[in-house]
């Protein structure tokens, strides 16, 4: 089940949230709340998977809340203000409802925070390094990943997908960029992007702001890595 935090100032509308939520069956209420500064006193003491959160709400609107979070959850906007719905998607919400709803534009929502809910408890991650291999757990297994085997990793938000040699389809993982950056060898790969780190020993060629692996794969070369980027290749030039 997922745990679920109902927010809006106005009764009416809270109460149909409510109700709602009770009538779709992967999801459970832990509170209806009525302002942000109550469902923060909830969040303190309550597991909470899921928000339905109004956003225009007095003293701490709905968008404003979830900026502070510091843990990400699964985040569904209700408002009657469609002009909100551009800057919820910049906050990686799951969904955006725009008020009057109904019980089938919920669950549609809904349906979108359990496949990601589940995919998210479907990739719990353990990163074990080995001379040659490094483990990840993911879709409640272990699997074995050979260093020299990874052909680049991409971000995508809190998960990164990793390619390898000769797979047709990425190993997607829990994990922060950083965090498997670190366990890489520097000696061969390189983050060359703020959502990239690539493999030095496949690049193929490298053409103007792209990376070649191969002839499917281009890579982007962001500008705050240019230079480290540069100086690699720099020592890798064959000088007369």
């Known amino acids: 089940m997922i745990k679920c935090l109902a927010i809006d100032d106005e009764p009416l509308a809270l109460k149909q949230l409510v109700s709602y939520i009770m009538q779709t069956p992967f999801l459970e209420l832990v509170a209806a709340c009525q302002s942000a500064v109550e469902a923060k006193e909830i969040l303190h003491n309550e597991q909470v998977d899921a928000l339905f959160v109004d956003i225009n709400m007095p003293d701490l609107n709905g968008m404003d809340f979830v900026k502070t979070l510091s843990t990400p959850l ?85 998960y990164l997908k990793i390619y390898l040699v000769d797979e047709p389809k990425p190993l997607i993982v829990l994990l922060s960029m950083k965090k498997l950056e670190e366990r890489l060898p520097v000696s061969t790969f390189m983050r060359v992007h703020r959502s990239y780190i690539i493999n030095l020993k496949l690049i193929q060629e490298v053409n103007k702001n792209r990376i070649i692996l191969d002839r499917d794969t281009y890579i982007p070369i962001g500008d705050n890595y240019r230079e480290a980027f540069n100086n690699y290749l720099s020592t890798k030039f064959l000088s007369k």
């Not at 109904?102 to 990739?123: C, S, T």
């Not at 001379?131 to 995508?156: H, L, P």
């Open 74 to 158: 699964l985040v569904v906007f209700t408002t009657a203000y469609s002009e909100y719905a551009l800057e919820g998607y910049k906050v990686d919400a799951i969904d955006y409802l725009l008020k009057p709803f109904g019980l089938d534009d919920f669950i549609r929502a809904a349906r979108k925070v359990k496949k990601q809910y589940e995919l998210m408890n479907a990739v719990s991650v353990s990163v074990v390094d080995m001379d040659d291999a490094i483990f990840f757990k993911t879709e409640y297994k272990i699997v074995r990943v050979e260093i020299n085997r990874i052909m680049y990793v991409e971000s995508m938000s809190e």
